[in-house]
T-cell receptor
Framework: KQEVTQIPAALSVPEGENLVLNCSFTDSAIYNLQWFRQDPGKGLTSLLLIQSSQREQTSGRLNASLDKSSGRSTLYIAASQPGDSATYLCAHSGGYQKVTFGTGTKLQVIP | GAVVSQHPSRVICKSGTSVKIECRSLDFQATTMFWYRQFPKQSLMLMATSNEGSKATYEQGVEKDKFLINHASLTLSTLTVTSAHPEDSSFYIC??????????????FGSGTRLTVV
């Protein structure tokens, strides 16, 4: 059974810090991995999508990497801001109609 | 970019009644739509997958007769919670994807529906 784990479960940092969120998955068969952000009581906003043939994707202050051999993906957030406070979810797509979400990391950026 | 509209955002209903939630892809054709349920402080749990024009595929443990899913067009899927009970109160989220062969190119999520059954 595919398991997707995110560490840490919660993180509190002062504004301006760079931080790394981790996502690990057990199924080495992967089509893509996607990072989302979820604000309280809201749906999910897609941040970055990494195809299995790619190693990383960047968007603004966000950089996501994918290491298939070790079953890991990281989301790097540079110069964190209070507006970055949210829950971050990774989603592993292992094939046809198989998407497993991670357990989430709740981030709080303190002004 | 791709947009998925989900309505209503919040609904309160009486126990025993039915509630319909709509999920529309606004600027793309969604061959497949997914319905998730999210309990407080937990991640998303897939309830069912629906392909346009065919019956939905439900995950183990999800009652087909309670959670009716219809995907009649490439832009609309609906989830109907029938004979709702307080334990059905939850946050329901849909997502849509485009499929080319067996590969999905990312998922676009709706904004979610907070259902409260009283």
């Amino acid at each position: 059974k595919q398991e997707v784990t995110q560490i840490p479960a919660a993180l509190s940092v002062p504004e301006g810090e760079n931080l790394v969120l981790n996502c690990s998955f057990t199924d080495s068969a992967i089509y893509n991995l996607q990072w989302f952000r979820q604000d309280p009581g809201k749906g999910l906003t897609s941040l970055l999508l990494i195809q299995s043939s790619q190693r990383e994707q960047t968007s603004g202050r966000l950089n996501a990497s994918l290491d298939k051999s070790s079953g890991r993906s990281t989301l790097y957030i540079a110069a964190s801001q209070p507006g970055d406070s949210a829950t971050y979810l990774c989603a592993h797509s292992g094939g046809y109609q198989k998407v497993t979400f991670g357990t989430g990391t709740k981030l709080q950026v303190i002004p | 970019g791709a947009v998925v509209s989900q309505h209503p955002s919040r609904v309160i209903c009486k126990s025993g009644t039915s509630v319909k939630i709509e999920c529309r892809s606004l600027d793309f054709q969604a061959t497949t739509m997914f319905w998730y349920r999210q309990f407080p402080k937990q991640s998303l749990m897939l309830m069912a997958t629906s392909n346009e024009g065919s019956k939905a595929t439900y995950e183990q443990g999800v009652e087909k007769d309670k959670f009716l899913i219809n995907h009649a067009s490439l832009t609309l899927s609906t989830l109907t919670v029938t004979s709702a009970h307080p334990e059905d109160s939850s946050f329901y989220i849909c997502s849509a994807s485009q499929r080319q062969g067996i590969i999905y190119y990312g998922y676009t999520f709706g904004s979610g529906t907070r259902l409260t059954v009283v």
